[in-house]
């Protein structure tokens, strides 16, 4: 049992990873940047295989313009900044995992930015 998770965020061809560590009981904030033309677009965090399913078949925990599964999940967006911020709170150790950033769009039909969290 560890009594913190630690956030390892991936994007796409960048090699330099930031890191964002939550302790048990705390809160994180995972930001996600996006090109400008996506404003509009539905944004979500996606838990653990994501890259090529179905957003259907995805375990999204939390999207833009409904009602997160989780209440401790929540999603704001930035139009202006073109960012989206996930908070996840009440961090527990099941929230470890590999969770992704998604913006749907039509094709391709996702960009993603990886965020992997792990003891």
């Avoid at 956030?7 to 048990?24: K, M, N, Q």
């Avoid at 998604?102 to 969290?117: A, C, E, H, N, Y």
């Amino acid at each position: 049992w560890h009594p913190w998770l630690r956030l390892f965020c991936f994007t796409a061809g960048i090699s330099d990873v930031p890191t964002v560590t939550g302790y048990r009981g705390s809160s994180v904030e995972i930001r996600c940047p996006y090109d400008s033309g996506y404003e509009t677009n539905m944004k979500y965090l996606c838990r653990g295989a994501c890259s090529n399913l179905p957003l259907g078949n995805k375990d999204i925990p939390v999207k833009s313009g409904s009602t997160a599964k989780d209440q401790r999940f929540s999603l704001k967006d930035d139009t202006a900044a073109r960012v989206f911020t996930v908070t996840i709170t009440d961090l527990r150790p099941e929230d470890a995992g590999q969770y992704w950033c998604g913006i749907k769009r039509s094709l391709p039909p996702t960009d993603f930015v990886r965020f992997r969290s792990g003891d």
